[in-house]
T-cell receptor, first 115, second 110 residues
Framework: DGGITQSPKYLFRKEGQNVTLSCEQN?????MYWYRQDPGQGLRLIYY???????QKGDIAEGYSVSREKKESFPLTVTSAQKNPTAFYLC??????????????FGEGSRLTVL | KNEVEQSPQNLTAQEGEFITINCSYS?????LHWLQQHPGGGIVSLFM???GKKKHGRLIATINIQEKHSSLHITASHPRDSAVYIC????????????FGKGTLLTVNP
């Protein structure tokens, strides 16, 4: 079945460590996104990619990095520069953008906890 | 003030009741999304609207562009409808950026 796979589901990190969250899709979508969800807040966009080999900063990109070397993969690295990394991270994809034809498909999320 | 406001924040209903969740936004938009987030965290897209009304099973979504308002209705609610319902809008000239509401937690009791 087509969909988005995120891994790991749960991740613990010590302060000062970089961690990478995986996001893979087999929907043949051009656009991919990373969102962060904190309790009591709406989802916030970290990075997005409109097409392979291209990505753009979202609203809260500081302390994060991404790559888009393959159409199906959009990994997110949470670096030690991210001051408050404990959160729930969601990856999503759409055929193109999120406008009138852009239904979003989400992964199951990755919960990162900094110890 | 958040650009997207949802009401109510929490809603408890009895099985079979008709549910309405509201979403108001303050900017011009090109599309509005309704999403459902289950307790485990995964999110499913329910509707994408740019005008009018859409129906899927027991779910109905409406949007009034002039009044900057959308509603999500659930008819004959069931405990399996218990979830967080999230409204998100596409605005600002970018088809790649959504502004999300904080969500409405719906609990349907048997």
């Amino acid at each position: 079945d087509g969909g988005i796979t995120q891994s790991p589901k749960y991740l613990f990190r010590k302060e000062g460590q970089n961690v990478t969250l995986s996001c893979e899709q087999n929907l043949n979508h051009d656009a991919m996104y990373w969102y962060r969800q904190d309790p009591g807040q709406g989802l916030r966009l970290i990075y997005y990619s409109q097409i392979v080999n291209d990505f753009q900063k979202g609203d809260i990109a500081e302390g994060y990095s991404v790559s888009r070397e393959k159409k199906e993969s959009f990994p997110l690295t949470v670096t030690s520069a991210q001051k408050n990394p404990t959160a729930f991270y969601l990856c999503a994809s759409s055929i193109t953008g999120t406008g009138a034809q852009g239904e979003l498909f989400f992964g199951e999320g990755s919960r990162l906890t900094v110890l | 003030k958040n650009e997207v406001e949802q009401s109510p924040q929490n809603l408890t209903a009895q099985e079979g009741e008709f549910i309405t969740i509201n979403c108001s936004y303050s900017v011009g938009i090109s599309a509005l999304h309704w999403l459902q987030q289950h307790p485990g965290g995964g999110i499913v897209s329910l509707f994408m609207l740019s005008s009018g009304k859409k129906k899927h099973g027991r779910l109905i979504a409406t949007i009034n562009i002039q009044e900057k308002h959308s509603s999500l209705h659930i008819t004959a609610s069931h405990p399996r409808d218990s979830a967080v319902y999230i409204c998100a809008v596409v605005s600002g000239g970018s088809n790649y950026k959504l502004t999300f509401g904080k969500g409405t937690l719906l609990t349907v009791n048997p």
